[in-house]
């Protein structure tokens, strides 16, 4: 699947032997962009580092497509976005769409294009706001009236002019401001004075000693947007923001070997340069030239890694790992299929269903298949694993699938060396767990249910913060209890029920 959506130019001493070009100096944050300095808990120096975000300078339009190597390495089917109420909100807003056209549909679920997010954003138009023309995006910024919004948005409540640092409108005002939802502004904090952010600006954390920082502050503007991810309903196996190997003259850092392994994963990367955020999409290892979405137009650009982009020096990178619910069929049926390759992986949300009704399915001598789902994985007759063959199936408790390369990275055996063939009188099934607790609603605002569902009374609830910290705790003695938190503040928290010896972990995200 991923060979569809991704040109692939390995090349092999890349993956053994490194870079072999020769360390740049690069030069570090310029002191008007650093908010603050801290010593973490870990005694290392940390910045907290606010992005202006560029909106496009004057004669960008004069400014013509790059032409890409025929060696290039490019993601294909991102978006390219024109700026909209702040460049790292753009960059974020291209990366979540890019994630909505290759099948996590939820990213963006408005009413354009059939609910496909765009190829660009020119569809939405523009809008003159305080003297300014601003282009539109509701996956950047929402706003009264645009996509079918019938209630302020981003636009409404924390927009006034660009790298205005004046109170927010729905300060000066006195109306309330919209819950978080739609956009990656919103949760990226992007524009909103009350987290120092002038308008255009988001806030960054890094390590200056190159060390990758996955930090949940709640200012921290990639944090905001694994809250954009998890508010739509998908979760991020990492997240950080790292600066580049030579920032301030530091062999330690993210490297160009480590953007290609990004690429080759069909992963885009936030790039950083002095006071601004795009998106990379490509590379060419020959050159060390990266391919990029500036935020400005709608073409294809470059800059050579750790290089200048329009005279701003490249400085660091935010890198997103998506887990892999949106490429997973709900329900499968595998039927008249001979697997005869090593490594086969196959994957559904709910249920898998192997053979039965009259059709054959066999793996080979030498194959090897792997089967996760959700909910079930039924084995009907017509199955065969011949001698020699390989079979593992389990049920995913955490939702992890099969990786992007085809096969699983973790398996369970239950059939090898044994020919086992299912006849009419044979069935397989395996199936999760039962004992189950939810809570709903999620996102919320504090107020939410836990239901439990085969799971012992007199359960113990405690709730933690980001910081470790106990913010409540009660014994549940029934099969759910409502929960109010009124003066809880906005951030990921974590709901710990204990029932006898078994312990149930889930996130909770209140807005």
């Not at 294909?76 to 890019?98: E, I």
């Not at 990367?269 to 935020?295: C, N, R």
């Not at 189950?436 to 999620?442: A, C, G, M, S």
Request: glycine share 10%; charged share 15%; aromatic share 12%.
């Amino acid at each position: 699947m991923w060979g569809k959506k991704i040109t692939l130019f390995l090349i092999a001493y890349v993956l053994f032997w490194g870079n072999s070009f020769g360390q740049k100096y690069i030069k570090p944050i310029e002191n008007k962009y650093i908010h603050s300095r801290y010593i973490d808990e870990k005694g290392e120096e940390l910045l907290r580092v606010i992005v202006p975000g560029n909106p496009p300078p004057s004669g960008f339009k004069e400014r013509k497509a790059v032409a890409v190597s025929s060696s290039a390495v490019i993601i294909s089917d991102v978006p390219a976005l024109s700026w909209c109420f702040g460049c790292t909100a753009t960059s974020a807003a291209m990366l979540a769409g890019y994630y909505d056209r290759q099948g996590y549909v939820n990213m963006y679920a408005g009413p354009t294009s059939g609910g496909v997010f765009p190829i660009n954003n020119s569809v939405w138009g523009t809008a003159y706001i305080n003297g300014e023309t601003r282009a539109l995006c509701p996956l950047s910024a929402t706003r009264n009236g645009l996509d079918g919004r019938t209630t302020r948005g981003h636009v409404d409540d924390y927009w006034v002019k660009y790298n205005s640092s004046s109170s927010d409108p729905y300060i000066i005002n006195g109306w309330t401001q919209h819950t978080y939802e739609d956009c990656t502004a919103d949760f990226m904090k992007t524009n909103q004075s009350a987290y120092s952010n002038s308008d255009g600006s988001t806030t960054f954390y890094f390590y200056p000693s190159g060390g990758k920082y996955p930090g949940t502050d709640n200012s921290d503007g990639p944090y905001g947007f694994q809250q954009f991810m998890e508010s739509r309903g998908y979760t991020l196996s990492q997240r950080y923001s790292q600066t580049i190997v030579g920032y301030n003259g530091n062999a330690n850092g993210f490297s160009f070997n480590n953007y290609i392994n990004e690429i080759n994963a069909g992963r885009p990367v936030m790039l950083h340069v002095q006071g601004h955020t795009m998106l990379g999409v490509g590379y060419d290892f020959d050159t060390q030239t990266i391919y990029l979405h500036d935020t400005w137009d709608y073409d294809m650009h470059s800059m050579i890694w750790g290089g200048t982009y329009d005279d701003m020096q490249h400085i660091a990178v935010s890198v997103f790992a998506l887990g892999q619910e949106g490429f997973v069929d709900e329900d499968l049926y595998i039927t008249n299929t001979t697997f005869s390759s090593p490594d086969e992986c196959l994957d559904a949300m709910q249920n898998i269903t192997v053979a039965g009704d009259g059709n054959a399915v066999t793996i080979e001598n030498g194959a090897s298949v792997d089967f996760i789902a959700g909910q079930s994985i039924q084995f009907l007759p017509g199955f065969h694993a011949q001698s020699g063959s390989a079979l593992s199936a389990h049920i995913t408790q955490n939702q992890e699938f099969c990786i992007p390369h085809g096969f699983s990275a973790n398996l369970e055996m239950i059939a090898s060396g044994d020919t086992r063939a299912f006849t009419a009188t044979d069935e397989l099934q395996f199936v999760p767990d039962t004992h189950q607790v939810t809570v709903f609603p999620n996102p919320n605002n504090g107020q939410f249910t836990v239901q439990f569902t085969n799971v012992e009374s007199n359960t113990q609830v405690i709730i933690f913060n980001n910081l470790g910290q106990k913010v409540y705790e009660t014994i549940v003695s029934g099969e759910s209890q409502r929960i109010e938190l009124p003066n809880i503040k906005r951030g990921i928290y974590l709901l710990k029920a204990i029932s006898g010896q078994k312990q149930f972990d889930r996130k909770i995200m209140v807005q």
